[in-house]
């Protein structure tokens, strides 16, 4: 029952951190005229900043120690830090310049990468509809490169970058406020650093335009550090297979915005790469939906079955003693006789339909 409630949970959490993704490219044009990289500065300052604070009002700071100590998983967290940085600027940088389509093109693919990372990486099994979808999402990558005349750079960065992300993540099993004070802590100082320099050579656009511009630069501290809270505590949760599913709500908002909203063109061969993405993740949808069905169809019946079948009893040792019919074990020893056979090849099959439940 615990371990529903806490993948019900993290099912509410991923929902939670894509959807609000799915709305922020609404935010960084009220940015402008700050570039990529002094936003991305700003949200790794403010970031922490803002985990700081939270962390205060939860007071949970043991773990500082037990990361520091560990080395593996410090490794891991200054892999997502490096990771999450790539993504944020980019991502940044598409934004701001006429990229929002292409921009949730990556994170349509990224439930494929990260499903393909579970299998290469995790020693994951996918089934034979997940291997159509995978497939499927590799044509619409060719599609979508003879369409734009070379390779889609920022969607394929942006989808590896964050499945490597998500994957850093899993591994380090950390909550999500706690990895997210460890990702921006690493992140910190150079890019407290670099704001400084801006400073210092008349560059800054925190006070150059004015008291509003440079609350909506703080305020990215929390634009970032609350999807990725909730995205954190849904990566321990569920499966990494699931969060490949949630993941496509975001780039959805997205490239809503981008047609709609940004009026960003769309040729009939980017339509034709984008129908083939959104063919691959309904097969995935299709199929997680088919597994969860038949699943929880086994599971009842393998209760219905443990609670019909009648509970063994053992025999009575007083009134075994008491009862004159009972015979006592022969204290004459018998001879050997010969070695039961051993089970050959027929007896260790198993049964197919055994095979197919895992």
Known sequence: MEGKNEQRAGLLYGIGAYGMWGLVPLFWPL???????????HRMVWSLGVVAVALLVVRRWAWIGELVRDRRKLGLISVAAATITVNWGLYIW?????????????????????????????????????WAAVTTGLVAVLVLAIGYGKPPWVSLVLAF?????????????????????????????????????????????????????????????????????CFGAAAVRVPLSTLGLLQYLAPVFQFGLGVLYFNESMPPERWAGFALVWLALSLLT?????????????????????AAAPAPTAPDPASTALDPTSTAPDPTPTPPGPAPALPGPADTTQDPAQQKVT
């Open 31 to 41: 940015l402008k005229p700050s570039g990529a990289i002094e936003i991305l500065a």
């Open 94 to 130: 598409a934004v701001n310049n006429g990229h929002v389509v292409e921009a949730s093109l990556g994170y349509f693919i990224n439930p494929l990468v990260t499903i393909a990372m579970g299998v290469l990486l995790l020693g994951e099994r996918l089934r034979p509809v997940q």
């Open 161 to 229: 970058s964050f499945a490597t992300y998500g994957l850093a993540k899993k591994k380090a099993n950390m909550g999500g406020l706690e990895s997210l004070a460890a990702e921006t802590a690493v992140l910190f100082v150079p890019a407290l650093g670099f704001l400084l320099w801006l400073a210092a050579t008349g560059e800054s656009t925190f006070t150059a335009g004015g008291a509003g511009h440079g609350f909506l630069l703080a305020a990215t501290g929390i634009v970032t550090a609350v999807p990725l809270i």
């Open 286 to 306: 299709w199929d997680a939906l088919r597994t969860a069905r038949h699943n929880r169809a086994l599971a009842l019946k393998l209760l219905a079955t443990a």
